[in-house]
């Protein structure tokens, strides 16, 4: 493919995506395919001869794009966001055609230089503690990781290299591998499962302390845990606090669990990964009080930000501890030394190899400004809002616990089986798609504000569609647990009507 | 930004990015900027107000690009290629404008069937064996990873889980963290640094084994190397094979290694980052002899095979070893149960997030063809030789080793100094990028193929690069050790023509 057929086939992938978003309500949020859909219809082999890329665009429609989940209809309220925007796309393209793997200084300067301007951006938009920032004057920085989940361990090996390298200088006659298997990892039982994980990867045991009755993780349970396992032998190593836990949105107090984790020397990283975009808004700071005693901090911009996947912006107050920990020098590599201001990233992460992907951070941030990211992230907030004053205008639901940033959870009063028989219904419909999750021992349905696209007339469309289905289930004649008879052409909301 | 805004955006990128390749042979693939510089251009907090896109783009021309080390040049020769193509831009493109996450089928149907036809597709390609293939009866199949890092650190913590649940379940009384401390991993001393460093990443004893004279590991050194460890109680888990070295690129023989770790029972995974793609053309099959004994296998698509960054092709014969390793269940997870013909891809990796990789791979390989990949792979070799034969016709240089794949190694008879003198004098001038390695204690020059534009005039543009600068330190005056004069206004080439 030449120059010419790339300018002719990029602008029409370019028409053709503007035209997906632009007609996006168009499209039931869930596709209507079968587990193995696109199997029976691709050939089995790849072509052996070049195929024109009109004939690439017109199968991407035709068997493609009826088997995508759609993340960004407004009817999409599951998990939470995964971001995307114009200016996050262009970013993405203008990386992609580059095409530079910035791994040291030399090997691309401005991928080097554009992260630790932009994290250097980022963290002041959140307030965070001058340490996290490369521009203060001491050894901390920010570097792009490719997820939480990638932060996450980062923070766990860091934090294990440390405590063993600490201890063996206090007791040269202990080996590494002893003490590796006494190392505890911390975090509450609301945590990501990729939190979890992570110990798993890491070979760490990860206690899951019990969260209180509002998903929190406090301090007194860190504290006794830790005394736990010290009276066993065992060392604690690594606290993960979750700043809008996966399940309910719920904010571990920092301020309890930081001065818990600074007197016993412990790594506490704070795993902010969606809800850490909203400290860009500073009403809500007050959710991350403490984060001074954190020794690294990671947010998702890919989820609510407006930057696409992949951009997890980590920042740790000590870059040495990342280089000392990961480290691997080869003389193929044996480009410019630099200092710790101009980082040489492969030492802050697992792969050597990465991509530019502070372009679309920087795309995103000049093209939105911090105005635009916090507007969009207040109206997410406010349309949130709107939407659980409607299902608590419904007195058939509850809605519980309190909403937190997009995410209202809500349940039938019913009983649980009928609100898992209300999600079930609604995803087999494939209008709107949310999830569950357990809260206080009860099942309830997350719904999240997702798609940046989402206006108030969204909101209340996506409430139409769990009103009509509840208003099958929950009816008279079921409270009574007699069968109601197959719906067909029943004209329902007329005999909801009748019923009130 | 509004849907027409991005059409407008979009298409100025393209042509932008179209630019500056139909024009890259008019930079120095080197850019000529102090460490440093765009911290000083640009401003130290974000915009608070939204930006046009027109300015971003103009600094992106201005303050990004003069930042570029451009690997896309035809005179980039340093490490080996990483791959972009106009169908895999593209392809990217789409990916990101859908921005779906695939971690599991009924979170983007198409995004989970779409790898596993194209793994499919790709593994015969490569003609690896049958079991390695999802479309096999058995339990293998192919995922595709950011990187090589993290294929191999997936290996090796598969690798780790199996031998302890196997060793446990043997003796119930022996505990987890014990037997991690003896576990061991084994590679060449050629490996690539990622290699090493999944060692540190997954708390495992990693030796570097001592390569043979052309840098090949050999079945016997790894025999021994098992019966040294054994005797001291240690536990043989993991080794990776190379097929090609990143010094080198040297291939290890499989076939000897292979029936090794079989009669050992230790996990056998083979890092074929970048030559693995040379085995789309059956004339170099022969170098992966004995891949039948390999547990996984991985080579880099995004290196040489045209798919832009990242997509790293990973194979397993047994997928449930890695759901076994990587598996946590969670509620808002807990979707439609499908098989290991269809995966849930969140078990198959380190992260729970995921992009529609597979799109870039789907768009290349139709638009490209296998004969057109092919046909790439072959003259990107070719183009290899004749710089070998350029270099042999001038006695002042020695070619070693043996060219391989898109690598030629060469040194200067007069001693390494010399060598080396040649290598920073060419990149500091920034005409040309190439690297260093060592070959049998001596340290050469490495000069790979990597631009997939590169045409035969290309290659002798680089020649002729090299050659000028050759000319100023290699002379007679040189070799009788008395100091060249500065060079200033002096013909050097008709001085050198005069002392032949």
Not at 392 to 419: H, I, Q, W
Request: net charge negative; glycine share 6%.
């Amino acid at each position: 493919m030449n120059s010419t057929e790339f300018r002719e086939f990029g602008k029409a992938a370019i028409d053709l995506m503007a035209d997906y978003y632009d007609s996006i309500r168009t499209r039931d949020v869930l596709p209507s395919v079968e587990p193995g859909y696109l199997l029976k219809m691709l050939p089995e082999s790849a072509p052996e001869e070049p195929e024109n890329w009109k004939d690439v665009l017109k199968d991407f429609n035709e068997a493609i794009i009826p088997g995508i989940t759609h993340w960004h209809s407004p009817q999409f309220h599951a998990f939470y966001p995964t971001a995307v925007s114009y200016p996050g796309i262009v970013g993405g393209l203008l990386s992609d055609s580059l095409a530079v793997i910035g791994f040291s200084w030399m090997s691309s300067p401005a991928c080097t230089e554009l992260e630790v301007v932009t994290m250097n951006w980022l963290g002041k938009l959140l307030g965070l503690p001058e340490e996290f920032l490369n521009c203060s004057d001491g050894p901390g920085g920010g570097v792009i990781q490719g997820s939480a989940s990638e932060a996450t361990l980062v923070g766990l090996l860091v934090a294990k290299n440390k405590t063993v390298h600490r201890l063996m200088v206090n007791d040269p006659s202990l080996k590494e591998g002893e003490i590796n298997a006494k190392l505890v990892a911390y975090t509450s039982d609301q945590c990501n499962s990729s939190v979890e994980k992570s110990g798993l990867l890491g070979s760490m045991k990860m206690r899951l302390l019990k969260s209180d009755a509002d998903g929190r993780l406090r301090g007194e349970t860190l504290k006794n845990a830790f005394e736990e396992d010290r009276a066993q032998g065992l060392i604690p190593c690594y606290v993960i606090a979750n700043l809008g836990t996966t399940g309910t949105c719920a904010f571990d107090p920092l301020y309890e669990l930081g001065p818990v984790c600074k007197e016993a020397n412990v790594w506490l990283h704070v795993d902010a990964a969606y809800a850490g975009s909203a400290f860009i808004c500073p009403e809500y700071r007050v959710l991350m009080k403490g984060v001074e005693y954190a020794d690294s901090f990671d947010f998702n911009p890919h989820k609510w930000m407006l930057v696409n996947f992949d951009c997890s912006a980590m920042w740790v107050k000590n870059g040495y501890d990342l280089i000392n920990t990961f480290d691997i020098q080869r003389i193929y590599l044996d480009d410019v030394k630099t200092n710790i201001k101009i980082p040489d990233y492969r030492h802050w992460q697992i792969p050597l190899g990465r991509r530019f992907r502070s372009l679309k951070l920087w795309t995103v941030l000049r093209i939105y400004g911090a105005e635009g990211i916090r507007s969009h992230l207040r109206n997410q907030i406010s349309l949130a809002q709107h939407f659980a004053k409607l299902v608590r205008a419904d007195d058939r639901f509850l809605v519980e616990p309190e909403p937190s940033m997009g995410l209202v959870c809500f349940r039938l009063k019913d009983g649980d089986s009928a609100t898992r028989k209300l999600l079930e219904n609604l995803t087999e419909k494939k209008q709107i798609y949310m999830v569950a999750a357990t809260y206080r021992g009860r099942y309830i349905i997350r719904f999240v504000v997702c798609s940046h696209l989402t206006t108030r007339e969204d909101i209340d469309i996506s409430w139409k569609i769990i009103k009509e289905e509840v208003d099958m289930i929950v009816t008279p004649t079921l409270h009574t647990k007699t069968q109601i008879p197959a719906l067909g052409h029943i004209d329902i909301k007329s005999l909801c009507e009748k019923s009130k």
